[in-house]
């Protein structure tokens, strides 16, 4: 097989405007602090410190007094008070500006329904797909096997998998295959060529190491010059220093990655839900071994999961 490099899109990443929040409210709790503080000393001192709330010898004549007699912890405490009260009011009306006038239940299921029907008409486009005989027979099948194919027959042309698959299926069924890289596909209102999922593994030094320095030097020994550059070649992967070279097989990774300016969530957030994980895995396997007719089938199937 032998694909082409891929033609990614080196289109700076959009920048999101900043623009201004319709919501009403306080933008900055600072100045509601220092208001309250405010009004706080000026109670303490005006107020509870008022002649008419003492007598000639300065004794407290009422409650007012007594509290000025706490000193100057009365007016911390009364600018927190203040503070919880004066955010607490204008939350409520913030919050019920933010909330709008519309039904929230019509609008949840509006919602829905238009996701809904985004996951029918994708579903029904993947049924189309596999009916038309483009996925090979079984697929997706069980690692390794299913990837191997590729290598040890000469109908399967693509495997939907990230990079470090082309030296596995080269090792593994002792074929040369000349492998290209593509980016997926542009999405109508979603990922276009750009959008690529970047993973890699991590090296750590624990903080209860015994000899740090020895530990990142041998990191170090490990990701960068010659040693890294021997790994990337017995191993047919890209090396970890950026001024190393990536092996013939590897063509295009390096590239597509540069070239990569919004990063694709691990399996597309498939996984974020631990219960019912398997459950989306099972139903989405099932799509791709053509097991719904149509999409109504798929979009009932996924509901019926919640």
Same mark, same amino acid.
């Given at each position: 097989?032998?694909?082409?490099?891929?033609?990614?899109?080196?289109?700076?990443?959009?920048?999101?405007?900043?623009?201004?929040?319709?919501?009403?409210?306080?933008?900055?709790?600072?100045?509601?602090?220092?208001?309250?503080?405010?009004?706080?000393?000026?109670?303490?001192?005006?107020?509870?410190?008022?002649?008419?709330?003492?007598?000639?010898?300065?004794?407290?004549?009422?409650?007012?007094?007594?509290?000025?007699?706490?000193?100057?912890?009365?007016?911390?405490?009364?600018?927190?008070?203040?503070?919880?009260?004066?955010?607490?009011?204008?939350?409520?009306?913030?919050?019920?500006?933010?909330?709008?006038?519309?039904?929230?239940?019509?609008?949840?299921?509006?919602?829905?329904?238009?996701?809904? $029907?985004?996951?029918?008409?994708? #579903?029904?486009?993947?049924? @189309?797909?596999?009916?038309?005989?483009? *996925?090979?027979?079984? =697929? !997706?099948?069980?690692?390794?096997?299913?990837?191997?194919?590729?290598?040890?027959?000469?109908?399967?042309?693509?495997?939907?998998?990230?990079?470090?698959?082309?030296?596995?299926?080269?090792?593994?069924?002792?074929?040369?295959?000349?492998?290209?890289?593509?980016?997926?596909?542009?999405?109508?209102?979603?990922?276009?060529?750009?959008?690529?999922?970047?993973?890699?593994?991590?090296?750590?030094?624990?903080?209860?190491?015994?000899?740090?320095?020895?530990?990142?030097?041998?990191?170090?020994?490990?990701?960068?010059?010659?040693?890294?550059?021997?790994?990337?070649?017995?191993?047919?992967?890209?090396? $970890?220093?950026?001024?190393?070279? #990536?092996?013939?097989?590897? @063509?295009?990774?390096?590239?597509?990655? *540069?070239?990569?300016? =919004? !990063?694709?969530?691990?399996?597309?957030?498939?996984?974020?839900?631990?219960?019912?994980?398997?459950?989306?895995?099972?139903?989405?396997?099932?799509?791709?071994?053509?097991?719904?007719?149509?999409?109504?089938?798929?979009?009932?199937?996924?509901?019926?999961?919640?």
């Amino acid at each position: 097989m032998e694909a082409q490099k891929p033609n990614v899109a080196t289109k700076p990443a959009k920048v999101a405007d900043n623009k201004k929040s319709n919501v009403p409210g306080i933008k900055n709790a600072i100045w509601v602090i220092i208001a309250c503080a405010v009004v706080a000393v000026c109670l303490f001192i005006f107020w509870f410190g008022a002649d008419m709330h003492f007598d000639e010898d300065g004794h407290p004549q009422n409650i007012w007094g007594t509290i000025y007699k706490g000193g100057f912890i009365v007016p911390v405490l009364q600018t927190l008070f203040l503070t919880v009260i004066v955010l607490s009011v204008e939350r409520f009306f913030a919050l019920n500006a933010a909330k709008g006038k519309g039904n929230i239940t019509k609008f949840v299921a509006s919602v829905k329904k238009s996701l809904t $029907a985004n996951d029918i008409k994708g #579903a029904q486009e993947l049924i @189309d797909f596999v009916n038309a005989g483009y *996925l090979e027979s079984g =697929a !997706p099948g069980a690692f390794p096997e299913s990837q191997n194919k590729i290598g040890l027959t000469e109908k399967v042309a693509m495997i939907v998998c990230a990079n470090y698959v082309c030296a596995e299926v080269n090792n593994n069924t002792g074929s040369n295959i000349n492998w290209g890289l593509m980016n997926y596909p542009a999405v109508e209102g979603g990922a276009d060529s750009s959008n690529a999922y970047a993973g890699a593994n991590s090296l750590a030094i624990s903080k209860n190491c015994a000899n740090p320095q020895a530990a990142f030097d041998f990191i170090m020994f490990l990701t960068t010059g010659e040693f890294d550059q021997k790994m990337a070649d017995g191993a047919s992967q890209i090396p $970890a220093d950026s001024r190393n070279t #990536a092996p013939a097989i590897m @063509d295009g990774t390096v590239e597509t990655l *540069l070239a990569t300016n =919004a !990063p694709l969530k691990w399996n597309m957030g498939l996984t974020d839900n631990s219960d019912l994980g398997p459950q989306f895995k099972d139903v989405a396997i099932k799509l791709f071994e053509g097991g719904f007719k149509t999409g109504e089938e798929f979009a009932a199937a996924m509901d019926a999961l919640y």
